[in-house]
């Protein structure tokens, strides 16, 4: 029995001493995701960003509400799901869908040009979701920036006379869908675009499309 309990408190000793090992392991392998000046909980430089943002949105009056989701540094929700003409539609998901203000922002300045290309709806999938970043099917350490509401992942267009494209089979051959990465692609509110067309191992059914937050430090100002 007194042996029995020994090796029981051996074991017990080895666990502990092998965790701290595998803690240190895993946090040398965490590589940085986030907006440059990024962290959580927000610093001020962010708190900073998202009261400006909130009141460009205000100034070109969109409707939004206050929304909550951890690591999201502005969260709002449009309850119209709509920003300067675009709708924004889920393929399945029910709201409501909290996103980041700049994410919104971003859309609703890209507005325009999309409407020129025939677009009235980008049909998505996810936006905000606490997830990490996988690379060749295996999840890595990474925070995703759908994780803090930055990001949005598009499998459909709608165009004005209703036809839908979905990005895994029409791609290739409606050229309004690349119109549309390239809209993105070249605005700087938004990061390069993940598409078929630069990334068609990962991104071969959808856009992946990460608006930006820019961070001045509140010092200089
Ligand atoms: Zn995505």
């Known amino acids: 029995m007194a042996f029995r309990l020994v090796g029981f408190l051996g074991a017990v000793a080895l666990a502990l001493a092998s965790s701290p090992v595998a803690a240190g392991k ?23 960003a998202g009261k400006r943002c909130l009141e460009t949105l205000g100034e070109h009056e969109v409707a939004y509400e206050g929304g909550s989701a951890k690591k999201v540094n502005t969260p709002i929700v449009v309850p119209t799901m709509e920003l300067a003409g675009i709708r924004l539609e889920p393929t399945w998901r029910k709201g409501p869908f909290v996103l980041d203000c700049h994410l919104a922002l971003a859309l609703h300045e890209l507005a325009p040009e999309l409407k020129e290309l025939g677009v009235s709806a980008l ?88 608006a930006r937050m820019p961070l001045r430090s509140t010092r200089t100002r």
Do not use: C
């Open 123 to 210: 049909r998505f999938s996810t936006i905000h979701d606490h997830r990490y970043v996988k690379r060749n099917g295996r999840k890595t350490n990474i925070l995703s920036r759908h994780a803090i509401g930055l990001a949005m992942d598009i499998f459909e267009v709608r165009l004005h006379d209703g036809r839908v494209l979905k990005v895994k089979q029409s791609y290739a051959d409606e050229e309004v869908l690349p119109a549309v990465e390239r809209v993105f692609a070249g605005s700087e509110r938004f990061r390069t675009p993940l598409t078929p067309g630069n990334d068609p191992k990962g991104h071969d059914d959808h856009f992946h499309i990460e």
């Open 26 to 48: 895993s946090k040398s392998r965490r590589v940085p995701n986030m907006p440059r000046g990024w962290s959580w909980p927000a610093n001020p430089a962010m708190v900073d």
